[in-house]
């Protein structure tokens, strides 16, 4: 086996609080007495329970005989006592109770929402650990099965566990998800985020950051001179918040690395304690998630800074001229094209929604016409959604965005293009004269330096020395020659 779990696999749900949130009509009530609603943060539970859902609260003055849970040891993957069906008392303290039926709160520092497709789920619920063998799991499932775990009130149940491979050094946490709408149809989702938590050469990485610290540290320093030196100026030219968002995305990326990197030492450390790390794990891999997102934008933001050196390339000028001159006449055609975009969505949707999945909603159903114009597409589905208005709605939809709307499109664009090849601005073309401006512009600043340094040096008081005779004599001699010389002129 190369893959190796790090903690007991974790079973977890999230539920809305009892109570009455909606209200049948009265001519329905025989058909469907009771209504129930969809998640949301206001409606969500946090309470805490004993076996069957009773609330905590109503058994906190008394000591009452339920059945346990079977517990579970991670690190042995072995239930240990109480077995399913033992009687054991519930003591009144909240540390002695904590079983499925207790809520369990997310960290604010380490967790992050999922997002699903009929919510966003914190990482707080009701959990407990299943084990790492199918034995203690099926145990604890049909546990939970038998006292109604799961009821009309589950809105979303998650199975999560830590994957490690030894031999290509990467952690893997793997999310399965099934969410329960309140019209009582369920939906699953997976999300699978593989990373390498544990670098090698970490001293030479180390030793990159630092140097990455100290210049991202200096470009910082110089725009802030260059701020506080034309306020106005600057915050007015679009490449100066480029600027600020590299700073502030670089500072950003290197905190959340030493954050992730300061957590995985403590599951490290954890680890020779026998405690479980599931929750350490992955707060660690969520963090180095939001790394990676970072340096994506900070790769972005670089590169844009690197298209803006080929200014002086005739194409790329004037293919930046040209975006310039067309960005009314484009935003204009964009607006059209998205009226008629959205009118094949809401098409699409309301004919094939029952029965295509592609269609079931106004994303899905977007989202399946954009890829329908790059050329993926499933004609036999629309077929089977209706053979007159299936294929007819293709037709005409790929007629309309290909032939129509892409050629008004590239039109606009080559117009302005076609203007601006043959009369290009050579000034802004000339790359020596750009380096030659910018580096007088740096040897001023460095000769204003120097002097701002000689005057603020101590002067040094010189003896006076006597003069020379001999030439004094010289001196004379040769300002005689020069009046002569100019009374012969006269």
């Known amino acids: 086996m190369l893959t190796h ?15 009455q949130y909606c209200e049948t009509p009265e001519k329905m009530l025989e058909f469907a007495p009771r209504c129930t609603l969809g998640l949301s943060t ?52 909240r540390e002695e109770t904590d079983t ?24 707080g619920g009701y959990s407990t650990p299943l084990g790492k063998t199918r034995t203690t799991g099926l145990r604890l499932a049909t546990f939970l099965k038998e006292h109604n775990w799961l009821d009309e009130r589950t809105r979303a149940v998650f199975v999560e566990v830590i994957f490690y491979n030894p031999h290509a050094n990467l952690f893997s946490v793997v999310t399965l998800v099934v969410e329960f709408t309140n019209l009582g149809a369920a939906y699953r989702g997976a999300e699978v985020v593989t990373l390498r938590l544990i670098q090698q050469d970490a001293i030479l990485l180390f030793a990159l950051r630092a140097v990455l610290a100290v210049f991202i ?23 100066s918040w480029v600027e600020l968002f590299v700073i502030a995305i670089g500072f950003s990326s290197l905190g959340v690395y030493f954050n992730a990197q300061s957590i995985i030492d403590q599951a490290v450390e954890q680890r020779t304690t026998s405690e479980s790390v599931f929750d350490i794990y992955k707060s660690a891999v969520n963090w180095f998630q939001i790394y990676t997102y970072l340096l994506a934008f900070l790769i972005c933001c670089a590169t844009l800074k690197f298209i803006r050196l080929l200014r002086f390339n005739s194409h790329v000028y004037a293919l930046s001229v040209t975006i310039k001159k067309s960005a ?47 050329g993926s597409f499933d004609f036999d589905a629309l077929v089977d959604g209706h053979y007159i208005l299936g294929p ?23 117009d302005v293009y076609a203007e601006e090849s043959q009369d290009p601005n050579t000034d802004d073309l000339q790359m020596v004269a750009f380096v030659k401006h910018s580096t007088s512009e740096t040897v001023d600043k460095a000769k204003h ?7 603020r040096e101590p002067k040094t008081t010189s003896k006076k020395e006597a003069p020379d005779p001999k030439h004094l004599n010289k001196f004379a001699v040769v300002l005689e020659e020069l009046s002569e010389l100019n009374e012969h002129k006269v």
């Open 42 to 93: 206001l409606t969500a539970d946090t309470d805490d329970y004993i076996q069957g859902w009773i609330p905590y609260n109503d058994t906190i003055n008394s000591t009452d005989t339920v059945i346990c849970a079977p517990t579970v040891t991670p690190l042995t993957s072995t239930v240990s006592t109480p077995v399913t069906g033992a009687n054991c008392t519930v003591f009144l303290t």
């Open 392 to 414: 007819l709605m293709f037709f005409v939809y790929q007629a309309l965005m290909q032939f129509v709307l892409l050629s008004m499109f590239m039109t606009i664009i080559m």
């Open 449 to 455: 330096t120097l002097s701002e340094v000689r005057k």
């Open 217 to 239: 540290l200096f470009f910082a320093i110089k725009e802030a001179k260059s701020l506080f030196a034309r306020p106005i100026e600057y915050l007015s030219e679009f490449w």
């Open 5 to 19: 779990p790090l903690d007991a696999v974790q079973l977890r749900q999230v539920r809305l609080k009892p109570g």
């Open 100 to 123: 499925p039926w207790m809520y369990r709160f997310a960290s604010l520092v380490g967790s992050f929402p999922y997002f699903g497709w009929h919510g966003t789920y914190l990482t």
């Open 328 to 374: 009314k006449s484009v935003l204009q055609f964009f607006f059209v094209a998205g009226i008629i975009l959205m009118a094949f969505t809401q098409m699409g949707n309301l004919l094939f929604g029952i029965k295509l999945q592609d269609y079931k909603n106004i994303l899905t159903s977007l989202t399946s016409l954009c890829t329908m114009m790059l």
